[in-house]
C-alpha cells in the first residue's frame, strides 16, 4: 500500500510520462500541470488529472510558485 497517493508532476516530456507510468504501477494517482503548448502531448493524456498553467511562455508557467501551490491545494 502506497503512502503516496497523489503526485503533481511539474516537468514535461518524456521525463513526465517515465513518472506516470511508474506511479501508476505503484498506485499513486498522477496530476499534471501543463502551458497550453504542451495540451495535446502524451503526459498530459495519460495523467489522471491535468490543470492549464499560465505565463506568457512555458517557462514563466512552470514557474510559478503560486498557481502550482493553488493547483495542489485543488487537487489535493
Known sequence: MAI??????ANRGEIAVRII???KIMGIQTVV?????????????????????????????YLDVD????ICRRTG
Request: proline share 5%.
Open 4 to 9: 503516496i497517493k497523489k503526485i503533481l508532476i
Open 21 to 23: 507510468k511508474t506511479a
Open 33 to 61: 500541470i501543463y502551458h497550453e503548448i504542451d495540451a495535446q502531448t502524451l503526459p498530459v493524456r495519460e495523467a489522471d488529472q491535468a490543470f492549464e498553467v499560465f505565463g506568457a511562455t512555458p517557462v514563466a508557467a
Open 67 to 70: 498557481g502550482i501551490l493553488a
